[in-house]
């Protein structure tokens, strides 16, 4: 059975909801949690795997819980060459993965730390960041 990669977005009043027992429990879907990510704002992130033959109906339970799903790109590819060092993509990013190194003040990429949100792609003035299906 296939597994499928999934990104959710939490906002401040559901990212304690305990969706993952949920997931397991009433779903019979494998979890497996790749990156996981809360602002102090408490707005959350969470980069899953899920596997089962229950898929569509725990995602439909997530969306009923007003939790953004969506499907997860293979990954973010940082053309350094158009970034002009803006600066517009790091208040953006969840995770810190797009930084401003001091003194220099250029913007940097630490792709480990990429959950792959795509927001840095809808800010990009220059589109150095591109996503990869
Ligand atoms: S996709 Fe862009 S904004 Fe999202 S975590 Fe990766 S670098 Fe940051
Ligand atoms: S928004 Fe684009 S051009 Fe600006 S710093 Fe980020 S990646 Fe570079």
Redesign the pocket.
């Known amino acids: 059975m296939p597994s499928k990669k999934i990104i959710l977005r939490f906002s401040p009043e559901t990212s304690d909801k305990p969706i993952i027992y949920h997931l397991v429990k009433d779903f019979d879907l494998v979890v497996n949690i790749i990156k996981a990510h809360i602002n102090p704002d408490k707005e959350g992130t969470l980069v899953l795997e899920l596997t089962g033959e229950r898929y569509e109906e725990g995602i439909n339970f997530l969306k009923e819980q007003k939790i953004t799903v969506q499907r997860l790109a293979e990954q973010i590819n ?2 350094k060459e ?9 208040d953006s990013c969840p995770t810190g993965a ?1 930084y401003l190194q001091r003194p220099s003040m250029q ?1 940097n ?1 630490d792709g480990d730390k990429c959950i792959v949100c795509q927001m ?1 792609v809808k ?7 591109e996503v990869c299906f």
């Open positions: 940082y053309h158009r970034c002009t060092s803006c600066g517009c993509c790091t797009l913007v990429f840095c800010v990009c003035p220059m589109k150095a960041m």
